[in-house]
């Protein structure tokens, strides 16, 4: 099933009423955006069809609330006013890229779609101030999965203290725990006396700052460093220029940062590059050095004329370079064979999908790493898992965030893939 991607626009995503009044007359033409008046009943949502949503906690059953029980008041008619103007004037619609997204009638389903689409969209502005609302028109456990997308809006946004009163919020109303807080950076693991390690995985982009962290403290600090790279599957231009630096900075200065299992990036990288079009320089200047440490002579050289004769100017020299010793890292976890996806994926056709999808039975994505999924690489995700129903292979989408997670419902995804984000 491949999906048209410039078919014309059949209709807009529905604006969501925050609170649903019962009106004491018969409506005008007129349509208020954000009535003002008491809430309705809202029935429990159903669970999304194939979609396994694994809390690490059982959820107690949904009953009615008093208004006391509700974490916070919703906004002022004003302050949601402001909101959903700004909603209006940049909301792009659910059927873009002709993905036809059926709503139904829970209208909590509704409200979490429309949620999913305006992060995918990447309007940040209204995602916290619409998830607050909501959760005043749902009570108790009846709102869980619009919980659960606020805490993780929050643990993106870096806002502990925020995450932490919201925990407060969660307990009293739910009765259940929360979701720790989660560290960006996890430590890196021990390799061995004043030895770090760090692993690079999935594809880095300049979406994700801190992906290059553990090597710039290494140097700053002049402590030597293993760098695990038998996930990295690819970078954009800005990253690779950025991991250049730091591994000729480290080379000048005799800092030993020594990187473990490059060989699959290398032919990765050396594909994205062609001799005679003058575009991803700070690419080929990554492709040089690891090929400084990890290549011959010859390839160096051969790749270097390539630079010179693309770009007019003169490439980096070779230099023999001491073998760097280490000790090898302890690893503590199993290692796995799933595909590793991190960042900001933004008008993505996942074409390093191809080859995964091809060779293994079983695939298992990891979008751990994954921050947002815009709503054209959902749609050129749904493409490539689509063939392979029917073929009794199972793809397991692992991990993902629930604001992208809840994407992945609205466009289908769901459908071709077995999504399980991760217990609290």
């Not at 996890?186 to 692993?199: I, L, N, S, T, Y």
């Not at 062609?274 to 990890?294: C, F, I, P, T």
């Not at 770009?311 to 976890?333: C, D, Q, Y």
């Not at 292979?393 to 809840?406: D, G, K, M, Q, Y």
Request: include cysteine; proline fraction near 8%; aromatic fraction near 6%.
């Amino acid at each position: 099933m491949v999906f048209s991607l410039f078919k014309k626009k059949a209709q807009k995503m529905p604006e969501r009423e925050v609170m649903r009044p019962k009106p004491a007359t018969a409506p005008n033409s007129g349509h208020s955006v954000l009535p003002g008046a008491k809430d309705e009943a809202v029935k429990a949502p159903e669970p999304l069809p194939d979609l396994e949503f694994t809390t690490g906690v059982a959820s107690p059953a949904p009953g009615d609330r008093s208004a006391a029980s509700k974490p916070s008041q919703p906004k002022t008619k004003e302050e949601m006013a402001l909101v959903m103007s700004e909603f209006e004037r940049e909301y792009t619609e659910s059927d873009v890229m002709a993905i036809d997204v059926n709503h139904g009638a829970d209208s909590i389903q509704s409200d979490i779609e429309q949620v999913a689409v305006i992060y995918a969209n990447g309007q940040d502005a209204i995602v916290r101030p619409l998830l607050e609302s909501l959760l005043g028109a749902y009570p108790g456990t009846e709102g869980l999965r619009l919980w659960q997308m606020l805490f993780d809006f929050l643990q993106l946004s870096g806002d502990r203290a925020a995450f932490d009163k919201l925990a407060g919020e969660f307990v009293q109303t739910c009765e259940m725990s929360p979701p720790p807080w989660r560290q960006a950076l996890p430590k890196p693991a021990a390799a061995g006396p004043g030895v770090a390690v760090c692993e690079l995985q999935g594809v880095l982009t300049a979406d994700d700052p801190g992906v290059l962290s553990p090597l710039a403290d290494a140097l700053k600090l002049k402590r030597p460093l293993r760098v695990d790279c038998r996930r990295l599957l690819g970078c954009d231009d800005e990253i690779a220029g950025r991991l250049a630096d730091l591994l000729m900075s480290a080379r000048r200065q005799g800092a030993v940062i020594v990187l473990d299992q490059i060989e699959g990036i290398m032919p990765r990288l050396h594909s994205r590059l062609v001799a005679g079009e003058a575009q991803n320089a700070r690419s080929w200047l990554l492709l040089l050095e690891l090929l400084q440490r990890h290549g011959t002579q010859e390839e160096f050289e051969q790749c270097a004329i390539d630079f010179a004769v693309t770009f007019e100017r003169s490439p980096p020299s070779w230099e023999v370079l001491p073998a760097p010793t280490l000790p090898m890292p302890k690893r503590e976890l199993p290692v796995d064979d799933a595909h590793y996806l991190s960042g900001e994926i933004k008008n993505s056709r996942f074409d390093d999908l191809i080859a995964v999808l091809n060779l293994q039975e079983n695939v298992v994505l990891d979008f751990s790493g994954v921050r947002r999924l815009d709503f054209f690489s959902a749609g050129q995700l749904v493409n490539r898992l689509s063939p392979l129903k029917g073929s009794g292979r199972e793809v397991i989408i692992r991990s993902p965030n629930h604001l992208v997670a809840e994407l992945m419902a609205v466009v289908g995804i769901n459908k071709f893939a077995r999504i399980v984000v991760p217990k609290s």
